[in-house]
Structures are given as C-alpha cells and as structure tokens.
C-alpha cells in the first residue's frame, strides 16, 4: 500500500526558522508542500520518510531565505496493481461502488467487477449477489426474494484487489463558450483514482467469508438483509 | 522537483502507522511546551522578547494538511492487525517466511492483513495450491502466532459467532469517533492541543502588529 519514494527538491528556510536545527526546517518544510497532496504517477503523498542529502544553505540575491538542495524518501500511497486493500463502502450507484479509507476517497469498484449475478437495489441503494443463481438480467434479479440476496451495505469493511490505477491533470481554465452559449464543463475528475474487484473467492464484505471455508453460505445471509 | 526513484522500498501498513504515531506524539509534544514557555514568560511580566502569540524561535510549526492525513484512523482501525502485531514479531514472520518461495508483494501483503484463515490466503497468492500444498496451513498458524493476544483477538473466532461480531466491528468503525488511536487521548493529550489552538489564533493577531511598529 505505502511506497518509499525517492525525490529532489530545492527547499528555501525562512529566516524565522533559522532557530530550529536545520534537517527539522527542511522536513517541516517539505511536508508543508508535499503532505495530502497528489503527485502525477506517484501517488499520495503522506509524509517526509527521512533525509538522504542535504547541500549547504544558500543565500541567494533578493531574499534572507537559506535554499538547500536536498534529496529525501517520501512515504507515498500507492497500493500496487493486484494488491489487496480493506475498504469501507462509502456510497453506491448504478455503475459502481464507492470506497473510502478514510484518508483516500477515490476508489472505486464497477459493476463489472462485482461478483456475477448481481445488480443495483434502488430501493436500498444498494449492489447484491446472488450467489448460485441462474438469472442475469436485472429486472428478474430484483424479483427474487430479498433474503436470498447477499447485500452490500454502506459502512461495511470490503476486501477487493486493485485492478488498475488512473491519474489526471486536469487544468482549471476560463468557461468556454461555444456561438454565443457557455459550454457546459465536464465535472472535474480527481486526481488520482483507484479501480478495484471484488469478483473473486475470498473478495467483497469481510463478513462474507468469516469462518467459512466455502463460500455460499446460507446462514450469513439472514444477517445481511435487513428489512427496511 | 524531480522524482528520482518512484518506488526505492515497500512499507508495510505497520512501519507507516509507527511513523505517523511519532510525527503526531512529536506534535503534541511541540505544542506542550510551547504552551508551558508561554505561560512561565506570562508569569514572568511579559519581558520577554518573544513577540506575544509568535511562534516561539526555536519551534518549527507543523503544516496543517500533515495534520489532516487521516491515515491514523485507518490504519489501527479494530479491522487492521496492527494492533496485535509489533516490530519483534514481524520480524520473526518476515523470516519464518522466508523458506517459502513467495514474491516480496505477497510477504508484504501476509503482513499487512494477517491472514488468519485459508480463504484470506487465497485471495493474496496466486496459485497457491500448486504453489504451496501442504505448507498453506504451516503459514497460516505462523501468522495466527505471531498476533499477539489482544481484546481484538477475541473478535475474530473461528466459526459459529462470526455473524453477531462481524456487524459489531463494522459499526465501529463507522462511529469514527477517537477510539481508533487509545494510545493518543489516553491521557487527555487531544484536549491539550485543541487547547493551545484556540489560545493561538484568538490573541495573536494583535499582538503582532502592536510589535511591529517598534
């Protein structure tokens, strides 16, 4: 999940922390620029690791500041593709499912990687599986009766797989207008995102495969549908 | 900036919560005595030369966005084994291991989930009947010996309860309330640094500009 990255930078020390020993300015410096950010291709950033190098300060024409060069590890989040993560199910729609670990919101599991048959209950806005069963469309999956459905609730912890990991840089720019009428803008993508499964033995909701050696079984599922 | 190396080592979930645990602690510690110097030259009739509501010159402030990595939270949440493991014991398991031909990710990842039951392993190695045979259950009791015994052991048994405990965990978790880090507000640690906040942002300003003219 956590990678170890190895970067250079060019840090400036404000004269108000020449007080403080230099390797804790520069850290305390270098999280201020790098921590809960996303870098393009890297990951999240965390937070400085250690130091590996660090140059003499300069002092350059124009400020007091002390500019070091230094190179430095970063703990960067960056779960590799087929990793498995544990996740708590944020929210769902028809197309996916939304994970959040707290500090990383952007993973996402889409319907094609739910384990088959399944399908989206609008009711409980809810994906569940059907385990062992022969229908595939939706409209006579949302038929059966609802204590046979395995459900996956908001606020349950899923373990899934990373499938794959997209990254965007998407530039703010001035609204565009097209003859005349403003162009309606796509909704900003973040940053970086993660695509995950869970359609595989051993993936989805922990309590699914808690204590049991076979999947399908019956008596987990009184549990898991409720009636709303 | 320039990237030079984009992934030098893998860190287990265990080194990154140890980490972030210190950064915190060092935090809090920082901004204890920042309050105590405070106070002792209040005592003192203000001579100081410090400018009142500064930061005192040899404190470094913490960055707030370091602050809001939430990472804490998730990674000693009651589904995570860190709680039950600790640097000895995952040294131990790296090298009970090691006779294993396993890939380093596969390590990593018995690591960080600690797998205590065979469905778990699956998911994490490929092939592993080919692969491993026999040896799966030897891995699985390595891993179940080296969690420490905790109250949170007591939550993953074997069978026949897994159902009531399950629905338990997963509510706590969705509490998201402190519970998650007992060994930060054990001792009323948070209060402190709430405290200090508030004292920060409420007088300083004026201060500040009161000096500068001088």
Sequence with gaps: ?228 | MEVLNPSSALLSNYEVLTLLRELESDHINRTRIALRVKKEEEAAGGTSSIVPGAKHPAMVETSENLRTIQAIQYLSAPHQPTSMQTPESITKLTKALAKYDLTKAEKLQIINLAPTQPVELYVIIEELEDRLGESMNEILTLVGSSLSESPLASQTPPDTLALPTSRVKANEFDDDDPLHYPDMDADGDIDMEEHFDDTGEGAGIEGDLDVEED
């Design chain 1, 1 to 228: 999940m956590y990678q170890l990255a190895i970067l250079k930078e060019t840090t400036a020390i404000h004269p108000a922390n020449f007080g403080v020993p230099p390797e804790q300015a520069i850290i305390a410096e270098l999280n201020k620029k790098y921590a809960n950010r996303v870098l393009h291709g890297l990951g999240l950033c965390v937070c400085v690791f250690d130091l590996t190098e660090v140059g003499e300060g300069k002092v350059r024409y124009g400020d007091g500041c002390l500019w070091y060069k230094v190179i430095f590890r970063l703990v960067v989040f960056r779960p590799f593709v087929s990793e498995v993560i544990l996740g708590k199910v944020k929210s769902s729609d028809e197309e996916s499912i939304r994970l959040s670990l707290g500090f990383f919101d952007d993973i996402y599991i889409p319907a094609i990687y739910l384990p088959q048959p399944s399908t989206f209950d609008p009711n409980e806005r809810a994906h569940f599986w059907l385990p062992e069963s022969d229908l595939t469309k939706p409209h006579e999956l949302l038929d059966t009766p609802t204590a046979e459905r395995m459900y996956i609730d908001t606020g349950e912890i899923l373990r899934v797989r990373v499938e794959s990991d997209e990254f965007y840089d998407d530039e703010p720019g001035p609204p565009k207008a097209l003859e005349g009428v403003q162009v309606e803008r796509e909704a900003r993508r973040a940053p970086y995102s993660i695509i995950c499964s869970i359609a595989e033995q051993g993936l989805g909701p922990t309590a699914w495969w808690k204590g049991e050696p076979v999947p399908e079984g019956d008596e987990m599922m009184v549990g898991d549908t409720e009636e709303g």
